[in-house]
């Protein structure tokens, strides 16, 4: 991918991808010795018109996990299919582990429906009329995980048409 590749070369201050918090929270284990508190960060990083990651990160301090986060994200960075720049081909349902997440194409000027991190990851993508609904668990990170997993599964009617070696008019 071209756009991760700009991302590494290019300087420091300026910076191609949008980045968002999704969870950062205070990890505490438990030892013999006492409570050892860490930080875990997920991140989502994206340039508005279909690129999209997600990453997880974990540090003795904020910052450093929200670092590793963001290097996870640009390495898992994935494109997103989208329709006429706006919304998503079609209905499509994820899961990751308890968390189930539902997203359908909106008409125009509907907006982003969705909650959390599927609201996160949605806006983060440029998709800007989606309908979500997250069932089951609602943990910030797989619900996050099931909306990049949906996105990953959407398919537009030139590539369907593509992969069975037809016209689209022919569908």
Same mark, same amino acid.
Request: net charge positive; charged share 30%.
């Given at each position: $991918? +071209?756009?991760r +590749?700009?991302?590494k070369k290019m300087d420091?201050?300026? @910076?191609?991808?949008?980045? !968002? %918090?999704?969870?950062?929270? !205070? %990890?505490? @284990? %438990?030892? @013999? #010795?006492g409570r050892h508190m860490?930080?875990?960060?997920? $991140?989502? %990083?994206? +340039?508005g018109k279909g690129l999209v990651g997600i990453g997880t990160g974990k540090a003795n301090e904020a910052t450093e996990a929200i670092k590793k986060a963001l290097q996870a994200a640009n390495k898992n960075l994935v494109k997103v299919s989208l329709v006429d720049g706006r919304t998503i081909p079609h209905e499509a349902i994820a899961t990751c582990g308890k968390s189930k997440v539902m997203i359908k194409p909106a008409s125009e000027g509907a907006g982003i429906v969705? #909650? #959390? /991190? /599927? !609201? /996160?990851?949605l806006e983060i993508? #440029?998709?800007k009329d989606v309908v979500s609904k997250s069932l089951g668990s609602n943990t910030k990170v797989n619900v996050a @995980?099931?909306?990049l997993s949906a996105l990953q599964s959407e398919r537009t009617a030139e590539q369907i048409a593509e992969l069975r070696g037809k016209k689209v008019e022919e569908l």
């Amino acid at each position: $991918m +071209d756009n991760r +590749d700009n991302y590494k070369k290019m300087d420091p201050k300026k @910076k191609l991808l949008d980045e !968002r %918090v999704i969870n950062l929270s !205070r %990890v505490t @284990k %438990v030892t @013999k #010795g006492g409570r050892h508190m860490r930080f875990a960060a997920t $991140m989502a %990083v994206g +340039d508005g018109k279909g690129l999209v990651g997600i990453g997880t990160g974990k540090a003795n301090e904020a910052t450093e996990a929200i670092k590793k986060a963001l290097q996870a994200a640009n390495k898992n960075l994935v494109k997103v299919s989208l329709v006429d720049g706006r919304t998503i081909p079609h209905e499509a349902i994820a899961t990751c582990g308890k968390s189930k997440v539902m997203i359908k194409p909106a008409s125009e000027g509907a907006g982003i429906v969705a #909650g #959390g /991190a /599927a !609201r /996160a990851i949605l806006e983060i993508a #440029g998709i800007k009329d989606v309908v979500s609904k997250s069932l089951g668990s609602n943990t910030k990170v797989n619900v996050a @995980k099931a909306t990049l997993s949906a996105l990953q599964s959407e398919r537009t009617a030139e590539q369907i048409a593509e992969l069975r070696g037809k016209k689209v008019e022919e569908l």
